[in-house]
């Protein structure tokens, strides 16, 4: 799938570098390229996976703990958590 970012009338390259790269990284094709260079185990998958989980538990438990943290985020925490 082509990616495509079309400039308005006051983009310069520099900000239209920056549309690209934000546009690639949050379709995660780079990651995918990077994560498929090599085989992993399904067991290291796992474990990384986990790993990441047990981090962002940690972060949503003391995100929890301090006032005003907007509730938005602490569902997308949830919500990643629960994606993985």
């Known amino acids: 799938m082509p990616v495509i970012i079309k400039s308005k009338k006051n983009d310069n390259a520099g900000s239209l570098i920056r549309k690209f790269k934000k546009t690639i990284s949050a379709m995660e094709i780079v990651q995918n390229a990077r994560d498929r260079r090599y085989h992993k185990k399904p ?17 949503l438990k003391s995100l929890k703990k301090m006032k005003n943290v907007p509730a938005r985020s602490l569902e997308s925490l949830r919500e990643k958590i629960n994606g993985l």
Request: avoid cysteine; hydrophobic fraction near 20%; aromatic fraction near 0%.
């Open 43 to 59: 067991s290291t998958l796992k474990a990384e996976r986990n790993s990441e989980k047990r981090h962002l538990r940690k972060k």
